[in-house]
């Protein structure tokens, strides 16, 4: 059984930050590229920020300078820092993980999100 959970959601004030985690545990070896989505409501989803398995990131042209995208690969975790945050970043914040189960099986797994609300 595969699980990733992401954590770290909540209400915010606009400028505030968050640190959103995305989790993925049990019969894994390690976790390669991770990417974060969000889905804002009547919107469609949308990728907010990617790391590779090297480490190399991109973002998302809206969120640039404001959210930082990290991973702890001993702990299968992969961090969004989000600061500087505005109404307009409200939305449910997903991870979408590429897991290598074995050494010659790999799989995708989506986490089910945690909300993020930005709003005085």
């Known amino acids: 059984q595969v699980q990733v959970v992401e954590s770290g959601g909540g209400l915010v004030q606009p400028g505030g930050s968050l640190r959103l985690s995305c989790a993925a545990s049990g019969s894994i070896l390690r976790i390669l590229a991770v990417d974060w989505y969000r889905q804002a409501p009547g919107k469609q989803r949308e990728l907010v920020a990617g790391i590779a398995d090297s480490g190399s990131t991109n973002y998302a042209d809206a969120v640039k300078g404001r959210f930082a995208i990290s991973r702890d690969n001993a702990k299968n975790t992969v961090y969004l820092q989000m600061n500087s945050l505005s109404p307009e970043d409200t939305a449910v914040y997903y991870c979408?993980?590429?897991?290598?189960?074995?050494?010659?099986?790999?799989?995708?797994?989506w986490g089910r999100g945690t909300q993020v609300t930005v709003s005085s």
């Open positions: 979408n993980v590429n897991i290598l189960l074995d050494a010659s099986r790999g799989s995708n797994y």
